[in-house]
């Protein structure tokens, strides 16, 4: 009879999906665009048409949010986290960049009337 409790090297290797998870991903996989691709797609869409309409402040503000908003989802499936190594470099002190999005789409905004009901979270515009 074998000795129970926890033997090294046995079980599914870190990083190895279960049956299910890897039929879903060949399934999804087969049937063309993949959520991430969709997403990426999506962001492309709203850069482009913040590039398209410059120079109405208000409405290239509401597409490149919405870009910066699915960017944002999809940079964790694209970008790896960067994880710091016990190495050399274990006593400096890790620096983290944080770059916070204020304000996001104003409250009943859409492209046809970018500015919505409430607008009051973006600063006043510059003067020229």
């Known amino acids: 009879m074998a000795n129970g409790g926890k033997r090294p090297g046995a079980g599914r290797k870190k990083g190895v999906p279960n049956k299910a998870t890897a039929a879903r991903e060949r399934a999804v996989a087969a049937s063309g665009s993949t959520p991430l691709d969709v997403m990426i797609k999506a962001m492309r869409n709203f850069e482009a048409l913040a590039n398209e309409c410059v120079s109405n402040k208000k409405r290239f503000e ?67």
């Open 62 to 128: 509401y597409y490149l949010r919405a870009a910066v908003a699915v960017a944002k989802d999809a940079a964790v499936y694209v970008h790896p986290r960067v994880v710091p190594t016990g190495g050399a470099d274990a006593g400096v002190t890790e620096v983290v960049h944080r770059v916070e999005v204020t304000g996001g789409l104003p409250i009943g905004s859409n492209p046809e009337r970018p500015e919505g009901s409430e607008y009051s979270d973006v600063p006043p515009e510059e003067a020229r």
